[in-house]
């Protein structure tokens, strides 16, 4: 575990925006209350976490970041009962941090690993909201929940997209800020808010022009620790973009390209291509030159070397009648005599070709095609990562199918 301070904001006074201070308080009000019901051996470990934090003050008042770090023993103890029992902190991405997410005081070994391999200033966020207006409309979303028991859509999360430097790729992280253990005070009368106002003022993305009128920041004082945790979620990102391709794109050469750069994220290796050969008929009959309802790297490689249609065409009706799906991880002149359909690839600089059978409503549609002019394995785990985003394309190939027709 790591007590090195982490600036999450540098150069930037986020923390001005509204008072507050570092103090576990909260959590020993939280441990006291949870030790007046909790009756089985847990109840042994919270007196001794509260008994702990009690010896010392400082932890109870105004502490800094940098002054925590003397409290190791007692941090570590709060690790142990904020997460379960089987985790493990070298691959957890876990930390605390200020009341108002600033500052990162004690984080695990991953946590601050993955800061200093992905410095904040390089990241860019998904929504493209600048710094500042994301933390007022976290800060708000607090005092409107404590409050006025108003519940934003949003959760405090954001996703974040890194460049893998080694895979070129890009990667998305979720960062979930916690705040059970920030209290918030308020100075004062608290003034009525219009509800039905304030809903107008969200449909119209100018609610926190508003709040910062109603709710001045001056009159609350944030006391407490967040605690932070950064989640993968790489995969689901990719499958969400086949979705959005889906939905918004047309079912021509534009959702094929979002849908292709999709499955190179799902897949997380970038020496892979992938084409898509969706199975087009008209009179019963295979078309495959249309260029706006395919992107296969068989049909361009195939036109390329000028092989006869109906070479290519009997390859694929054959196919139809035994639908598998068929791995070569290095096409030589072994496999070109079994194959000669694979002389086409290898002349066109294919080291590997994979095709995986693709399904709509148990009818065969067409078919996914997994390259490299590497040598590639496609693995269980690469099928694995492949499988959720099936039944998606399955519905492009439909949706193609249709459109064509």
């Known amino acids: 575990m790591n007590t090195n301070v982490i600036q999450l904001h540098k150069n930037e006074c986020i923390h001005c925006q509204v008072k507050s201070n570092l103090s576990f308080r909260p959590l020993v009000e939280y441990l006291k209350d949870r030790l007046r019901t909790e009756k089985s051996v847990k109840s042994e470990f919270y007196r001794f976490l509260l ?21 190791k023993d007692t941090l570590e103890l709060i690790f142990t009962i904020l997460t379960p029992l089987m985790a493990n902190e070298e691959d957890m991405f876990w930390a605390l941090s200020t009341p108002i997410p600033d500052e ?75 705040t059970k253990f ?4 308020h100075q004062g009368d608290l003034p009525e808010i219009s509800f039905e106002k304030l809903g107008q003022q969200f449909h119209d993305n100018c609610e926190l022009e508003y709040l910062t009128q109603v709710l001045p920041l001056q009159n609350f004082h944030f006391e407490g620790f967040s605690v932070i945790s950064i989640t993968d979620v790489t995969l689901q990102h990719a499958i969400d973009g086949i979705r959005d391709a889906l939905v918004n794109h047309n079912y021509q050469s534009e959702a094929y390209t979002h849908v292709i750069q999709a499955l190179k994220t799902l897949s997380g290796e970038s020496n892979l291509e992938f084409g898509l050969m ?24 195939a036109k390329e070397s000028d092989l006869e249609e109906e070479v290519f065409y009997s390859l694929v009706d054959k196919y139809k009648e035994n639908p598998r799906a068929i791995f070569v991880s290095h096409i030589n002149d072994d496999q070109i005599k079994k194959d000669p359909f694979l002389r086409v690839l290898k002349e066109a600089g294919v080291c590997s ?15 996914l095609e997994v390259y490299s002019n590497q040598e590639v394995v496609v693995d269980d785990r690469l099928l694995s990562r ?7 394309i399955g519905q492009l190939f439909q949706y193609s199918i249709e459109e064509f027709d």
């Open 104 to 178: 990162i005081f004690f984080s695990t070994s991953a946590f601050y690993k993955f800061f200093k391999d992905h410095d904040p200033k390089n990241k860019v966020d998904k929504t493209g909201e600048p710094l500042e207006k994301r933390q007022l409309r976290f800060i708000y979303n607090l005092i409107l929940e404590r409050f006025y028991n108003f519940s934003y859509v949003l959760k405090n999360e954001i996703i974040y997209a890194h460049i893998n430097p080694k895979t070129k790729l890009t990667q998305y992280y979720n960062i979930q800020t916690d």
């Open 278 to 301: 969706p199975f087009l008929t008209v009179n019963n009959k295979l078309v495959f030159d249309s260029k706006e309802f395919s992107q296969s790297m068989l049909i361009n490689s």
């Open 182 to 185: 920030v209290d918030i005070m």
């Open 386 to 392: 492949l499988r959720p985003a099936m039944p998606l």
């Open 353 to 367: 070709y994979s095709v995986l059978p693709i399904f709509y409503n148990t009818q065969l549609a067409g078919v």
């Open 51 to 71: 008994e702990k934090i009690e010896k010392n003050d400082q932890l109870l008042g105004n502490i800094t970041a940098q002054e925590v770090a003397k409290y």
